[in-house]
């Protein structure tokens, strides 16, 4: 997969900010994930819908393991039809939403959420729109 998007957040990722992933996937094989990472390398949210097999995965990556894998019970999202995919957190989860769909909510395995300072979004093909909008401020594709 290609790196389609990355932003460094200076003071970490806090509750207030969302990301906003449109595109649109022509085969079960279509690809794309998103991982929130902390300076020393973990992955504090990673997010990857799987449309081979219609299910949305989270999990975090921390000191050189994965954890628990937790799955969406819902897949809004239709090979062909152009999707839409938000990810925000609160004070205690993050939060997937496709299709203005509630899809999972994933309890932060890494605090304090401040120390969550890359985004990266990968693709097997290009995405439509890629944004990051934190407290009134948007960064979008070619902002970096």
């Given at each position: 997969?290609?790196?389609?998007?990355?932003?460094?957040?200076?003071?970490?990722?806090?509750?207030?900010?969302?990301?906003?992933?449109?595109?649109?996937a022509?085969?079960?094989?279509?690809?794309f994930?998103?991982?929130?990472?902390?300076?020393?390398?973990?992955?504090?949210?990673?997010?990857?819908?799987?449309?081979?097999?219609?299910?949305?995965?989270?999990?975090?990556?921390?000191?050189?393991?994965?954890?628990?894998?937790?799955?969406?019970?819902?897949?809004?999202?239709?090979?062909?039809?152009?999707?839409?995919?938000?990810?925000?957190?609160?004070?205690?989860?993050?939060?997937?939403?496709?299709q203005?769909?509630?899809?999972?909510?994933?309890?932060?395995?890494?605090?304090?959420?401040?120390?969550?300072?890359?985004?990266?979004?990968?693709?097997?093909?290009?995405?439509?729109?890629?944004?990051?909008?934190?407290?009134?401020?948007?960064?979008?594709?070619?902002?970096?």
């Amino acid at each position: 997969m290609a790196l389609q998007f990355e932003a460094f957040c200076a003071g970490g990722l806090a509750p207030g900010w969302t990301l906003l992933v449109q595109g649109q996937a022509d085969s079960a094989e279509d690809r794309f994930e998103i991982n929130f990472l902390s300076e020393a390398g973990d992955i504090a949210f990673h997010v990857k819908p799987r449309f081979s097999s219609a299910m949305v995965v989270g999990n975090a990556f921390l000191r050189g393991h994965w954890g628990h894998e937790e799955t969406a019970e819902l897949f809004p999202m239709v090979l062909g039809q152009p999707f839409q995919m938000e990810v925000s957190s609160d004070p205690g989860h993050f939060l997937v939403r496709a299709q203005e769909l509630a899809l999972l909510r994933f309890t932060h395995r890494l605090v304090p959420l401040p120390s969550v300072t890359r985004l990266q979004v990968l693709s097997d093909r290009p995405l439509g729109r890629v944004e990051l909008t934190r407290r009134g401020q948007a960064w979008g594709e070619g902002d970096f």
